[in-house]
């Protein structure tokens, strides 16, 4: 009996407490909780729109991340046109310019070169490949990156400052050190079309300080000096790259110039090929009308040219006789480009 008492009791505070349990359960569901504030997601550039600093003869809109080294090798063999008596080119004198780059901040890589062969303004003569070593020094900043719903395109700058240090004690080439200097600027503006299509397009700025000149006759007894070309040339760039794998993609690149100068007007370029990339290097080999491995000689001074034309800019006026030159196209050569990044 003694035990039936004690049972009770405790029989009862747990029924006592079942109905507070559950109280205190629908209590917990019914409240209302508070909301929690959405935290916006922040939008990130798009990547891989280019996987090197180069595409063929141009820059691309890429600047590798902070703390980046680079190191590049480009080559050119002569071009096709002597067929197999040079091996179509690669027998030919070649042209090999060799850079390092670095990126100290975000945005910026700034890098330094030297090239095997260049181009100048040979006085009272005409334009002539001259050897080097040609140095440069070249800046580029990402102004902006191609981001969802905020940048539609990704915006870099770029500029290139290139001196010739060939011997030339006797000013046979270069009269003053001012006539060694070239520089070029270029606004380079990309678009990740789909995840395997980038587009560029790339107007620039070409600068010389020499140019030749000639005579033309005002009167019996006056004369004027006409510069043969201008010191400043405007020309754009079209470049796309399109992936076929992870791994290769396919380039191609058009060079169009768009100052016309009296002489020597400079010829446009078209250049295709493949890349080939792993994580820290890139590899290119393509067909190019540019030779000189140098922006702003390339564009003043290219004397291949992919298509035939007539050259009206040496007809003189005021003789009967068309005196127009008919120009070769076709000649192209063969050219790679090797990139290795290191990562500090």
Same mark, same amino acid.
């Given at each position: ?8 009791p405790a029989l009862f505070i747990c029924f006592m407490m079942l109905p507070n349990c559950k109280v205190q359960a629908q209590d917990s ?7 929690? #504030? ?6 990130? +550039?798009?990547?891989?729109? !280019?996987?090197? @600093? ?32 040079? *091996? ?23 890098? =330094?070169? !030297? ?5 100048? @303004?040979? #006085? ?44 030339? #004690? ?28 980038? @587009?560029?397009?790339? +107007?620039? =700025?070409? &600068? &010389? ?37 992870? @791994? ?6 058009y060079d169009q110039p768009l100052t016309k100068h009296a002489t020597n007007n400079p010829n446009p370029s078209l250049s295709f090929g ?11 080999? *393509?067909?190019?009308n540019f030779y000189y491995l140098n922006p702003a000689v390339n564009n003043l001074y290219n004397k291949n040219n992919p298509f035939g ?7 003189? +006026? ?13 000649? *192209? =050569? ?11």
């Amino acid at each position: 009996m003694k035990k039936v008492l004690f049972v009770m009791p405790a029989l009862f505070i747990c029924f006592m407490m079942l109905p507070n349990c559950k109280v205190q359960a629908q209590d917990s569901t019914n409240a209302e909780e508070p909301e929690m #504030p959405e935290i916006p997601v922040k939008a990130k +550039p798009l990547k891989n729109s !280019f996987k090197s @600093v180069w595409i063929i003869d141009n820059q691309t809109v890429l600047v590798p991340v902070k703390g980046t080294f680079e190191m590049d090798i480009m080559h050119r063999f002569g071009t096709w046109n002597n067929g197999y008596q040079d *091996f179509w080119g690669l027998f030919a004198a070649s042209n090999i310019r060799i850079g390092v780059n670095y990126v100290p901040i975000d945005k910026l890589d700034v890098g =330094l070169g !030297f090239t095997k062969t260049t181009a100048a @303004v040979i #006085p009272n003569a005409g334009i002539s490949a001259v050897d080097g070593p040609l140095w440069d020094g070249n800046l580029k900043y990402a102004i902006i990156k191609q981001t969802k719903d905020k940048y539609p395109v990704s915006l870099s700058y770029y500029v290139n400052a290139a001196y010739n240090t060939k011997k030339d #004690p006797d000013h046979e080439i270069y009269q003053y050190s001012s006539d060694r200097w070239t520089f070029f600027h270029q606004i380079l503006i990309a678009r990740k079309i789909t995840d395997k299509l980038t @587009v560029q397009v790339a +107007p620039s =700025l070409s &600068h &010389h300080n020499v140019v030749n000149g000639y005579y033309t006759k005002i009167d019996d007894s006056t004369l004027k000096v006409n510069p043969s070309m201008k010191f400043n040339h405007y020309a754009i760039a079209l470049s796309a790259r399109y992936r076929l794998t992870s @791994v290769t993609s396919l380039m191609i690149n058009y060079d169009q110039p768009l100052t016309k100068h009296a002489t020597n007007n400079p010829n446009p370029s078209l250049s295709f090929g493949f890349e080939f990339n792993t994580s820290s290097h890139s590899f290119q080999i *393509f067909f190019t009308n540019f030779y000189y491995l140098n922006p702003a000689v390339n564009n003043l001074y290219n004397k291949n040219n992919p298509f035939g034309y007539t050259d009206h800019s040496t007809d003189d +006026p005021n003789t009967p006789t068309d005196e127009s030159t008919k120009v070769s196209g076709g000649r *192209f =050569l063969i050219g790679f480009n090797i990139t290795r990044l290191w990562n500090y």
